[in-house]
């Protein structure tokens, strides 16, 4: 299998807050006893035969950015066939500062991470930390699915864009779900305004959601 930076000079990884990834290092983890692995900033194509390990390395990456694996919660399933623990470690460029990630699996105990050398409580708080959207071919009901699960997906990618708008839509739910019965009944009685506003920024800040 081979990764190769398709186009390098390209600026879709160039961003200031993008995460770029320059070193992948896997131990025992799927089907890599063992992988060094240098990227270039830009677009990268993982090209192999079925099986090759693709969506393994795809799977990988986002292990070390966001803590868990979007194909499986079975953390034990990550460890290869045989072994009692694996390890993912990426060097990578955050925003213009150096970003090192590991995390380190041992079955039956809680999978561990750390940034720049810092142990995380959780390695799911890399999700706050790191900005990353999966897309697999399983997720195509975001193309062929119905509105709201498209909308869940971009603000989801938003929200990874925006950490500090990460919640946003959540707020928005929450406040829509409160207001409903208020507007229902002409009635409206709460004793803070934070959903209302979140409702309001929601509309706001998405522009699927402004109103007409
Ligand atoms: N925990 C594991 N240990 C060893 N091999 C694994 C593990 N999990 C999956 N595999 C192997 O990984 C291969 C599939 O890799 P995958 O990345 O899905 O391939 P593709 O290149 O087609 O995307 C299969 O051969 C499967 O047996
Ligand atoms: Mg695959």
Do not use: W
């Not at 460890?79 to 041992?106: K, M, N």
């Amino acid at each position: 299998m081979r990764a190769k930076p398709a186009r390098p000079e390209s600026g879709v990884a160039s961003a200031a807050s993008g995460l770029i990834v320059k070193t992948l290092s896997l131990r025992d983890y799927r089907s890599y006893a063992s992988l060094e692995l240098e990227l270039e900033p830009g677009i990268v194509l993982a090209v192999g035969p079925n099986g090759a390990g693709k969506t393994n390395l795809l799977e990988s990456l986002h292990v070390a950015a966001q803590g868990f694996s979007p194909r499986t919660r079975a953390d034990a399933q990550l460890i290869r066939f045989g072994e009692r623990g694996a390890r993912v470690a990426v060097d990578a460029e955050h925003g213009g500062s150096p970003a090192a990630i590991e995390v380190t699996l041992r079955l039956g105990e809680v999978k561990r991470a750390r940034l720049n050398g810092a142990p995380l409580r959780a390695a799911e708080e890399l999700r706050s930390k790191l900005p990353t959207l999966v897309f697999t071919p399983d997720r195509l009901a975001v193309v062929k699915g119905g509105p709201a699960v498209r909308r869940a997906y971009f603000d989801r990618a938003l929200g990874r864009l925006f950490p500090s708008r990460a919640q946003t839509p959540t707020e928005y739910a929450a406040a829509l779900g409160n207001n409903r019965p208020a507007s229902r009944g002409g009635v409206f009685a709460t004793g803070s305004t934070r959903p209302l506003d979140a409702a309001r920024r929601g509309a706001r800040n998405n522009p699927c959601r402004r109103p007409a």
